[in-house]
């Protein structure tokens, strides 16, 4: 577990004990066997494509299986992890202990009037192209958001001006202790780039979205629009985990980070980007040592010449290498 505080606010490092043999008997009675797998390397279920495995991951495809994993990882006190498809996390290279609760297959869009309610592991873009396809409006700034649903109500994610919380009307989450509930934006204590989501431990089982009618041709316009802007700006043939860094007030990381001369900077297979410094990529097979080495180069560099502590963005779990 890291003590450095420059990465304390978005990194997560539990201890849990072995996973007992039974709990994957256990699982197996809520859970197909092609559903629960042991040693899952967690490189595949991210973005940036690194990152160490996961002692047991899950797929679940209804509500009642997530509830049933959560339960079961407190009944035996094991720690579990909540993943989307990892377009914004960063997994040590030592992997999660306990039980990765991944929802890529939640991944229901329906409509009801003027609002799309989405299951947590859909995908953000999907999500945008469903709402464009029946002429609703306020979501073309999701169009090029890579993450899931979940992941995206609970960092509040947004693009060119708009973001989740003003759209989002309300959520459907699991609490800790096995319960649904539904909950209202006000609940939520939504900001930029946070709420209270990952520190109340709550799972988001869906969200619902309020959106106004719109001709289709005009709303394609401003995605395409948009798209036109991210492929310009972004590094998207490399993977990446997205920005790394929050905005700090009244500038942003990529600025400074470009100004300091950091871009093209290089620890391993992890680079600043030439392209837009804000994002780190994976050019030659990094590994998540190289990325948080990177990580703490580029903000101790902003911090002596700028004195601006830079926040991260993407959120960091699980564990060193094991040795």
């Excluded at 094991?78 to 960063?90: E, P, R, T």
């Amino acid at each position: 577990m890291t003590n450095d505080s420059a990465l304390k606010s978005a990194s997560v490092s539990v201890t849990s004990p072995e996973v007992p043999p039974r709990v994957f008997s256990q699982l197996l009675t809520v859970f197909s066997p092609e559903q629960v797998k042991r040693d899952e390397p967690l490189s595949a279920h991210t973005y940036v494509q690194v990152g160490g495995k996961a002692d047991i991951a899950v797929f679940p495809s209804n509500y009642r299986q997530v509830r049933e994993a959560v339960l079961l990882a407190k009944h035996f006190g094991l720690a579990h992890w909540v993943m989307g498809n990892g377009s914004n996390q960063l997994v040590r290279d030592g992997g999660v202990r306990g039980l990765a609760i991944i929802l890529t297959r939640l991944s229901g869009i329906r409509r009801a009037d003027h609002v799309i309610i989405a299951q947590g592991g859909a995908s953000v873009i999907r999500l945008s192209q469903f709402a464009r396809q029946n002429q609703l409006s306020r979501l073309e700034f999701a169009c090029g958001i890579p993450g899931t649903v979940g992941g995206g109500v609970r960092m509040n994610a947004g693009a060119y001006g708009g973001q989740m919380s003003d759209v989002l009307e309300s959520v459907r989450v699991l609490t800790e202790d096995g319960e649904e509930t539904i909950l209202g934006k006000a609940d939520l204590g939504l900001t930029y780039r946070d709420s209270a989501i990952g520190t109340s431990g709550w799972i988001v089982l869906e969200a619902a979205f309020g959106l106004v009618s719109d001709a289709g041709e005009a709303i394609q316009a401003r995605m395409d629009d948009f798209t036109l802007k991210r492929r310009s700006k972004q590094p998207l043939e490399y993977p990446s985990c997205g920005s790394v860094f929050k905005r700090p007030p009244h500038d942003y990381a990529g600025r400074l980070i470009q100004a300091a001369g950091l871009q093209g900077l290089r620890i391993g297979g992890a680079e600043v980007s030439t392209k837009h410094a804000g994002f780190i990529v994976n050019v030659d097979h990094a590994s998540a040592s190289d990325y948080l080495a990177l990580i703490h180069r580029v903000q101790a560099v902003v911090k002596r010449k700028y004195d601006v502590a830079l926040e991260l963005e993407v959120t960091v779990i699980g564990d060193d290498l094991r040795m």
